[in-house]
C-alpha cells in the first residue's frame, strides 16, 4: 500500500553534471520537456535542480535531479521509458551532455543508453504525502473549467436579478444550466475517490483492516504448527510412528509456532494495556482533573519551550529522573509480560500470599490518590513561581545569520508567488547514517501510511495546502532529500508544520544536520558553516518549535529550481472546491450542495 | 546558564515610543523621507544628531510618565537598509539584517513576492523618480493646528519628501466628546489593534477597563513582545532575532550588557497609498452606505457589521474590537470574507478551530502607527494614508499578510483581490465583491479605489542604537557596557 504513494514521487539523480547544457527558463530544452510533460498528461509536477556534491564526494562536479510527482498506479520504469521513448527526444536534449559528441548514434541507442543511466539514479521516495490525493491532472483541469464555467454563469444570472433572495433557487437553476450543458456530461459520474476518503473513511473501516491483517497474521503462526502436527498424525495413522528425528522437528516447529503465537497475543494485549495507559493520563485524566490539565499542559509547553529557562531546564531533567524510568519500568513490565509471563504470575502468587485482595486495591488507590496530590502541588508550585517570574524568564540563545535567504532562492519565491510554491532541501544524516537512516526511514514509513489512510481532506496532521511532499534518503544513507510544492510562502508553510505537524516535522528531520558545501553553479547557494537541526527533547520535543533556528536551518538547506513543470496551478482548496461543486451540482439538490454551489461562486 | 534576556520593563528609555502608543491625543502628525545627498553624509548625521539631541524623539519611558499629563509632541527616527550604511552602520557577517530588510521594499523581488506588479512607484527604499532611495523616515506627532516639529531640514544635505498632515483626520462621531481618527473614505481607523504583552500602551483608555470590556475576547489580541520589539519573546515563545552592525558591541552603548544593535527596534514596513475618494464617493452614491461597510468590513464609525447594541450609544473601542468570525459569521453573511477588514485579520477565521486559528493569526499581526494625509498638487486635493506597520519579521509579519491574505484572489476560497487595495488591473482577476448575504450573494463590481505612491522598509533603532548611528558622543554609556567594552577589547 505505502508502495503505491512512495513511487508517485521519484527523483531522478545523475552524478558528474558538467554544465553545458542550456537550462534557461526560454531555452529550448526547457521548452521540450514542458511540451514533453503536457503531452504525456501523467506528470503533475516536475523541476529539476542541481544538488552540489559532498566535500567528501571523488566527483567535485554536482548531480543534476529530475524530481517527478505523477499519477497513481505508473511505475517509475513505466514512466521513464514513456518519457525517454517520447518522439521528442527532449529527455536526450536534457541529458546528451553526459556523452558529449554521441549525437549521432542511433536514437534507439541512445534512448537505451538514456533509460539504462536513468532507472540507475531513480530514487522512489522513502516517505511522502500527496494533499489532493484521487485526482489527476485532467480532472482537476476539467473540474476546474466546470467551477470557471458556473461562476461566469452566476455572475450572468445575478445580472437579471430574477432569483430573488431564494439562495436554493438560484443553486437549482445553476445546477440545471450545468445539467443542460453537453460538455459537462463527464460530471454525471460522481467524482472517484480513493478508498480510505470512500468506503475506507469510515473508523471502523480503518481498524477492521489492522484486526483482519492481525487476524490473519495469527491464523497463519497457527498453521505454520498446526499443519506439519496434521501431517505427522496422518502419517502415523496410516503408516506408524515416524523416525525420531522428525518428530522432534515437528515438535520444534509446533513449539516455536505456539511460542509465536503466544508473544503475538500478549504483545497485542501489551499494545493495548499501553494505549489504555496513555490514554488514561494524556486524554482522560486531563478531562476530569483540572490540576491534571494544568500541568500536562505546562510539561508539554516547558518541554517544547525554544529558549533556555529555569523552568524548561528543571522540568527536561525531572522528565529525566522521574519520566524515563517510569516509562523503562512500564516498558519492562510490557517486556516481561510478553516474554516471560510465568514471572509476573509468580509474582502475582508471591503477593496475594502476603497481602489480602482489599490491601492491594487500598494500595492502589493510595498511589493514584499520590500521584494526583503531587501533580497538584507541582501545579501549585508552578503557579507561584510564574508569579516570581524568574524561574520562567528566557536566556539569551545566539542564532548566528537567522532570517537570510539566498538571493536565487528569493527570486524563485517571487516568480512563482501567483502559483504552487516550491521547495528543495538537501541536508546531510548524521553520524551514525545506517542507524539514523533507518529511524528516518521508519519514521517516514509511518507519516506516509498516516497521510494515505488518515489525513485524506489534503492535510497533513493540521497541516494544509500540501500538494506532494516526499523524502529520499540518497547517497547509501548519507545525505537526506526533501522536495515539496505547496500553497503560500515558504515561511507560512514551515509554520504550519511547526504549529500542524510538530512531531511528525521533528522526527522527520531530527536525524540530519547541514554540513558546508560548495555551490553547484555559478549563482547557486553554498553551505559556508555548519548547521544544526535545532536540539530536540526526548526526541519529539522542541525540534522545529525553535522557528528561528528551524527556519533557517531550513533556508540554508534549499536549492533553486533550474526549471519546474507544474500542470495544475490550482491551490488544494480550490482543487477540492470544485470537486466538491462538480458533485453538488449533478449530485441531489439538499441545502449542503446548494450551500456549497453558493459558497463556490463568491468572489 | 547563559546570560538573561532583558527585561522589557528595564528597556523602556531605550525604546521608541511609537512602539508603545500611537499618539491618539496627538492629532497633528507629518512624514519626512530623507535622501541624504552624495557626500553630504558627515553633514546628515550632525543635523540628525541634533535632532536626536533636542529630546523630540520620545521614548516608551517618556510615553507612560504620566497619563493624565501626556507628553504633547513627539518624533521617531527610522533608517532604510541603504540608509544604515550610508551612515556607515555596517552589518556583522555573524548578524546581519534580515534578507527582506536588506534587499528592500522597492526591489524587483519584493515586487514579485508582494505582488505589487505594475509599480508605478515614486520612492522607496532602493531608488526613487527624483532624489534616489529613501535613507531616512522621521515621523512627528503634535497637537492639533500646531505646526510642524522640524522645519529646518537643510535641503543642501538632504532631499526632502514630505508628507503632509490631513487636517481633518480626526472627527466627532455620534456626538462623542472625544475626537476619532478617520481615514479619508469616513471610516474609523486605527481600531484593532494587538496589545503588547507587559507593554501597557496608553491610549486612553485603562488596562482593567479594556479588559472588562472586551471580556473573554481580551486575550486574543494580547500578543507577545517579541512579535513587535526585537530581542524579546514572539509568540513561537523565542526571542527575535537582532542583528548586529559593526563597532556597535565595541562602542559599549549597549543598554544591556551584551545586547546587539538591533534590540529594542523594530522594523516598520511603509507604504504611502493614494485613495481616490471621488471614485469611492461614486461607488457609494451608486450602491449605498451598507455596501461600502460591507467592502470595508466594519461600520463607518468603526463598529462591527454585526453590532445588535444601539449603534448611537457610545461604546469604547476595547469592546467594539472584541468578536470573532467562525462562531456567529462562518459564511460571511454580515462580513463578507473578502472585505478588507476581514483580509487583513481574519482573527478565527482560518485553521481547524478557533484556538488554533487565533493562535495563528497571532503570528502575523501588525502594530499600525500610520495616519491620514493630504496633499495638493495641480490644483487637486489629494488623500490618502501613510501606512506604518510595525512589525519584527517582515516575512512572517508584513510580507504574509500582503501576499497571503490581502493580495492572494484565492483567499479562503474566494477569486477576486482586496475590494479596496487590491490590483486595478482588470486582466488578473475582477474587480468584484460578493455579499452572501444578500439576495442570492449578490455581487458588486468595483472601481480601483487606491494607488500606492511608494514603500520601504525602516528600521526603527532603540535610542542607543540611535546614538550610535548619528555618532552623538555626548549621549552616556550605560554601566553594563563597560562590561560588555571590556570583554570586546
Not at chain 2, 454 to 461: D, E, N, R
Request: glycine share 8%; proline share 5%; charged share 20%.
Amino acid at each position: 500500500m505505502l508502495e503505491i504513494v512512495r513511487q508517485q514521487m521519484i527523483c531522478i539523480l545523475v552524478p558528474g553534471w558538467d554544465g553545458t547544457t542550456d537550462l534557461s527558463e526560454s531555452g529550448s530544452v526547457c521548452n521540450a520537456l514542458d511540451a514533453l510533460f503536457e503531452e504525456v498528461e501523467v506528470v503533475q509536477f516536475a523541476s529539476i535542480a542541481l544538488l552540489p556534491a559532498r566535500v567528501d564526494a571523488k566527483d567535485s562536479r554536482p548531480s543534476l535531479m529530475l524530481e517527478l510527482a505523477i499519477e497513481e498506479g505508473i511505475t517509475p520504469y513505466d514512466m521513464l521509458y514513456r518519457l525517454v521513448y517520447h518522439a521528442s527526444g527532449a529527455m536526450w536534449s536534457l541529458y546528451s551532455s553526459f556523452w558529449p559528441g554521441d549525437a549521432t548514434a542511433l536514437q534507439s541507442e541512445r534512448n537505451n543508453k538514456l533509460l539504462e543511466k536513468l532507472m540507475a539514479g531513480v530514487s522512489i521516495a522513502d516517505g511522502g504525502f500527496i494533499g489532493a490525493r484521487d485526482r489527476t491532472a485532467r480532472q482537476i483541469k476539467k473540474e476546474q473549467e466546470l467551477l470557471q464555467w458556473t461562476r461566469d454563469q452566476a455572475r450572468a444570472m445575478k445580472a437579471t436579478k430574477q432569483y430573488g433572495d431564494d439562495r436554493a433557487a438560484f443553486a437549482l437553476a445553476l445546477a440545471q444550466r450545468a445539467f443542460d450543458e453537453p460538455r459537462f456530461d463527464w460530471a454525471l459520474d460522481p467524482a472517484p475517490r480513493s478508498y480510505w476518503r470512500g468506503k475506507g473513511a469510515g473508523i471502523l473501516a480503518k481498524v477492521g483492516y489492522v484486526l483482519a491483517i492481525f487476524v490473519l497474521y495469527l491464523a497463519a503462526v497457527w498453521l505454520v504448527g498446526a499443519v506439519p502436527r496434521g501431517v505427522l498424525g496422518i502419517y502415523t495413522w496410516l503408516f506408524g510412528a515416524p523416525y525420531s528425528g522428525v518428530q522432534a522437528v515437528v515438535d520444534a516447529v509446533c513449539k516455536a509456532s505456539g511460542w509465536v503465537l503466544g508473544v503475538s497475543i500478549r504483545g497485542a494485549l501489551a499494545l493495548v494495556g499501553l494505549g489504555y495507559l496513555a490514554w488514561l493520563f494524556l486524554v482522560a485524566l486531563p478531562a476530569v482533573s483540572k490540576s491534571w490539565r494544568r500541568w500536562l499542559k505546562s510539561v508539554g509547553r516547558e518541554l517544547d519551550r525554544p529558549t533556555e529557562t529555569w523552568s524548561s531546564w528543571s522540568t527536561y531533567w525531572v522528565g529525566w529522573i522521574v519520566g524515563v524510568p517510569s516509562v523503562v519500568a512500564v516498558v519492562a513490565f510490557a517486556l516481561v509480560f510478553i516474554f516471560c509471563p510465568g514471572t509476573i504470575v509468580g509474582a502475582y502468587h508471591a503477593l496475594t500470599a502476603k497481602f489480602l485482595g482489599w490491601q492491594i486495591i487500598a494500595f492502589i488507590i493510595l498511589a493514584i490518590v499520590a500521584l494526583i496530590c503531587v501533580v497538584g502541588v507541582l501545579s501549585r508550585i508552578d503557579q507561584q513561581l510564574a508569579a516570581g517570574n524568574w524561574f520562567f524568564h528566557p536566556y539569551e540563545d545566539d542564532v548566528p545569520r537567522a532570517q537570510q535567504v539566498y538571493t536565487s532562492i528569493d527570486y524563485c519565491e517571487g516568480l512563482v508567488v501567483h502559483e504552487t510554491a516550491h521547495m528543495i532541501s538537501l541536508t546531510d544524516v548524521r553520524r551514525p547514517n545506517g542507524w539514523n537512516a533507518w529511524w528516518i526511514r521508519t519514521s517516514l514509513r509511518i507519516v506516509t501510511l498516516f497521510g494515505r489512510v488518515f489525513f485524506t481532506e489534503g492535510r497533513l496532521g493540521s497541516a494544509p495546502g500540501i500538494h506532494f511532499g516526499h523524502w529520499h534518503i540518497i547517497e547509501e544513507g548519507r545525505r537526506y532529500l526533501f522536495c515539496s510544492n505547496y500553497d503560500g510562502s515558504f515561511g507560512g508553510y514551515l509554520d504550519d508544520f511547526i504549529n500542524g505537524a510538530t512531531i511528525g516535522t521533528t522526527l522527520a528531520w531530527r536525524w540530519t544536520t547541514l554540513k558546508p558545501r560548495e555551490s553547484a553553479a555559478i549563482g547557486q547557494p553554498a553551505v559556508e558553516a555548519p548547521r544544526s537541526f535545532p536540539p530536540t527533547r526526548f526526541i519529539v520535543f522542541r525540534g522545529v518549535r525553535c522557528e528561528l533556528k528551524f527556519k533557517s536551518y531550513a533556508r540554508d538547506s534549499m536549492l533553486p529550481h533550474m526549471f519546474r513543470f507544474d500542470a495544475r496551478k490550482e491551490t488544494v482548496d480550490q482543487i477540492n472546491l470544485a470537486t466538491g461543486l462538480r458533485d453538488a451540482l449533478f449530485g441531489e439538490r439538499n441545502d449542503s450542495n446548494d450551500d456549497l454551489i453558493m459558497r463556490a461562486i463568491e468572489s | 546558564m547563559k546570560a538573561q534576556a532583558p527585561h522589557l520593563a528595564k528597556q523602556f528609555g531605550d525604546i521608541q515610543g511609537m512602539l508603545r502608543s500611537g499618539y491618539g491625543w496627538l492629532k497633528s502628525s507629518r512624514f519626512l523621507l530623507l535622501t541624504i545627498r552624495e557626500g553630504q553624509e558627515e553633514a546628515a548625521r550632525a543635523w540628525l544628531a541634533k535632532l536626536v539631541e533636542s529630546g523630540v524623539i520620545a521614548s516608551a519611558h517618556d510615553v507612560g510618565k504620566s497619563r493624565t499629563h501626556p507628553i504633547e509632541r513627539a518624533a521617531a527616527i527610522a533608517f532604510s537598509f541603504l540608509g544604515l550604511t550610508k551612515l556607515g552602520c555596517m552589518e556583522t557577517k555573524e548578524h546581519p539584517f534580515p534578507t527582506p530588510f536588506r534587499s528592500g521594499m522597492g526591489s524587483d523581488v519584493r515586487a514579485l513576492l508582494l505582488r505589487d506588479n505594475p509599480r508605478e512607484w515614486r520612492w522607496s527604499d532602493v531608488d526613487g523618480a527624483a532624489c534616489g532611495p529613501v535613507h531616512v523616515l522621521i515621523a512627528e506627532w503634535t497637537p492639533k493646528d500646531a505646526g510642524p516639529l522640524i522645519s529646518d531640514v537643510d535641503e543642501a544635505v538632504f532631499c526632502v519628501i514630505r508628507v503632509e498632515n490631513d487636517p481633518c483626520s480626526f472627527q466627532k462621531i455620534n456626538g462623542e466628546k472625544e475626537e476619532k481618527l478617520i481615514e479619508a473614505f469616513g471610516f474609523r481607523d486605527g481600531l484593532a489593534q494587538p496589545v503588547i504583552q507587559r507593554l501597557r500602551q496608553d491610549d486612553g483608555v485603562g488596562l482593567s477597563e479594556a479588559r472588562t470590556e472586551a471580556g473573554s475576547l481580551y486575550d486574543d489580541r494580547v500578543v507577545s513582545a517579541g512579535e513587535f520589539i526585537l530581542g524579546y519573546r514572539n509568540e513561537y515563545d523565542e526571542l527575535t532575532y537582532c542583528p548586529n552592525v559593526e563597532g556597535w558591541t565595541q562602542s559599549g552603548r549597549a543598554i544591556h550588557p551584551g545586547g546587539r544593535f538591533a534590540l529594542n527596534g523594530s522594523y516598520l514596513a511603509v507604504r504611502q497609498i493614494e485613495q481616490d475618494v471621488e471614485a469611492f464617493d461614486a461607488f457609494r452614491a451608486a450602491n449605498g452606505q451598507g455596501i461600502c461597510e460591507k467592502l470595508m468590513g466594519r461600520q463607518a464609525n468603526g463598529l462591527p457589521l454585526g453590532w445588535t447594541s444601539n449603534p448611537k450609544k457610545p461604546t469604547s473601542d476595547s469592546k467594539a474590537d472584541a468578536f470573532r468570525y467562525r462562531v456567529e459569521d462562518a459564511n460571511g453573511f454580515i462580513c463578507p470574507k473578502g472585505a478588507h477588514v476581514r483580509r487583513v485579520n481574519p482573527r478565527d477565521t482560518l485553521g481547524v478551530d478557533v484556538q488554533s486559528s487565533i493562535r495563528s493569526t497571532k503570528l502575523h499581526r501588525l502594530l499600525r502607527r500610520g495616519r491620514p494625509y493630504r496633499e495638493q498638487s495641480n490644483g487637486k486635493t489629494h488623500k490618502g494614508i501613510f501606512f506604518i506597520a510595525c512589525n519584527a519579521d517582515i516575512e512572517r509579519q508584513f510580507e504574509f499578510v500582503q501576499q497571503r491574505w490581502v493580495r492572494k484572489p484565492g483567499f479562503v476560497n474566494l477569486h477576486a483581490d482586496d475590494p479596496l487595495v487590491g490590483s486595478s488591473d482588470p486582466k488578473t482577476f475582477p474587480k468584484a465583491l460578493s455579499m452572501p448575504g444578500l439576495p442570492s450573494g449578490e455581487e458588486v463590481s468595483l472601481a480601483s479605489f487606491t494607488t500606492t505612491l511608494g514603500g520601504g522598509y525602516f528600521f526603527l533603532p532603540g535610542i542607543a542604537a540611535l546614538n550610535f548611528i548619528v555618532g552623538n558622543e555626548s549621549a552616556s554609556k550605560s554601566p553594563g557596557s563597560e562590561v560588555a567594552e571590556a570583554a570586546a577589547s
